[in-house]
C-alpha cells in the first residue's frame, strides 16, 4: 500500500482549504476597505 | 488588540510548523495502517476544532435570541463559517484516509453521513445569512442553528449507537492509543485551536467592518435623500439653484 501519497494529499488539501478561506478574507477586507474609502470621500 | 494579533500570528505558525513536524516525524507509525494513520493528526483535530466552533454558534445563537445583541451575533456568523472550514478539512481527510485503509472513499455510514448533514446544515445557515435581505434573517438563522446542533451530539456519539464501519472515538470509545500519538494530537489540537481564533479574531474584524461600512452607507443614502426634492419641500434652504443665478 503506497500510503504515503494519501498522507501528503490530505495535508495539501487542509492547507489549500485553509489558504482559500484566508484568501476569501483577504479579497473581501480589501473591497470593503475600498468602500469605506469611497464613502469617506464622499 | 492590534499589536496583539501580529504576536499570535507567529505565535500560531510557529505552533502549526511544530505540530506538524510533530506529526510527520515524531508520531510512531502506526503497525497495520503505516503512515496514512498520520491523516489522523489533522482530521481528528479539526473535526473536533469544528464541533468547538459550532458549540460556540449555538451560545451565541441562544444569546442573540435572548439578548438580540448585534455583537453576539456577529461572534455566532463567525464561529459557523470558521466551523465550515474545519468541518470541511474533516470531510474531505476523511475519504482520502479511508481510501487506502476501507479501499472505498466513502461509504454512507451513521458517523459519516451525520457529519456531511452537520456540514450541510452550517453551509445553508450561512447561505441564510448572504442572501436574506430580510431584516429577520439573524433571528431566523439563529433558531436554525439551535436546531442545527442538535446534530453534533448525534454526530460524536453515533458510534456508540450504531454500528458503524468509522474507528472508535479516541475518548471514551474504549479504544487504545500510544501516549506518544496522544501528545502529537493534543500539540496539533492547541495548534489548530490558535489557527481557529486567530481566523475567527480576523473575521469578526472584517464582519464589524462591515456592518460600519453598511451604516455609512445607510447614512449616506439618507442624507443623500435630504438633498433631494422631497427635502426640498421640508427645507427650502437646500432646493438646488436650478435657475443658475
Redesign the interface.
Known amino acids: ?4 501519497k ?2 501528503y ?3 495539501a ?2 492547507w489549500t ?2 489558504l482559500l ?2 484568501g476569501s ?1 483577504v479579497r ?2 480589501r473591497r ?2 475600498q ?2 474609502s469611497e ?1 469617506k470621500q ?1 | 488588540m492590534k499589536r496583539l494579533f501580529p504576536i499570535l500570528a507567529m505565535l500560531t505558525a510557529l505552533m502549526l510548523v511544530y505540530a506538524l513536524y510533530q506529526a510527520l516525524v515524531v508520531a510512531p507509525t502506526e503497525r497495520t495502517m503505516g503512515d496514512v494513520q498520520r491523516i489522523f493528526y489533522y482530521h481528528v483535530p479539526s473535526a473536533w476544532t469544528a464541533f468547538l466552533l459550532f458549540f460556540v454558534n449555538l451560545v451565541a445563537s441562544v444569546g442573540y435570541l435572548v439578548k438580540r445583541n448585534p455583537k453576539v451575533d456577529a461572534l455566532a456568523l463567525v464561529s459557523a463559517e470558521v466551523g465550515v472550514v474545519f468541518c470541511t478539512v474533516v470531510l474531505v481527510t476523511g475519504p482520502i484516509w479511508a481510501r487506502p485503509v476501507w479501499g472505498i472513499w466513502w461509504t454512507w455510514d451513521v458517523r459519516l453521513t451525520s457529519t456531511l448533514v452537520l456540514w450541510l446544515i452550517y453551509v445553508s445557515y450561512l447561505l441564510l445569512r448572504r442572501f436574506s435581505d430580510s431584516a429577520q434573517a439573524p433571528v431566523l438563522a439563529a433558531v436554525l442553528a439551535v436546531f442545527g446542533a442538535l446534530d453534533i451530539p448525534l454526530v460524536y456519539f453515533s458510534i456508540w449507537f450504531f454500528r458503524t464501519q468509522h474507528p472508535q472515538p479516541v475518548i471514551g470509545g474504549g479504544g487504545s492509543i500510544d501516549p506518544r500519538m496522544w501528545r502529537v494530537l493534543l500539540i496539533n489540537w492547541m495548534a489548530f485551536l490558535c489557527f481557529a481564533l486567530l481566523m475567527g479574531w480576523s473575521r469578526y474584524r472584517l464582519e464589524s467592518m462591515r456592518r460600519e461600512v453598511e451604516e455609512a452607507q445607510a447614512l449616506e443614502s439618507l442624507l443623500g435623500d435630504d438633498r433631494g426634492p422631497s427635502a426640498e419641500i421640508r427645507n427650502p434652504k437646500v432646493a438646488p439653484n436650478r435657475s443658475g443665478q
Not at chain 1, 500500500?1 to 504515503?4: G, P
Open positions: 500500500m503506497n500510503s504515503i494519501f498522507l494529499a490530505a495535508y488539501a487542509t482549504i485553509h478561506y484566508i478574507l473581501r477586507y470593503l476597505k468602500e469605506l464613502l464622499k
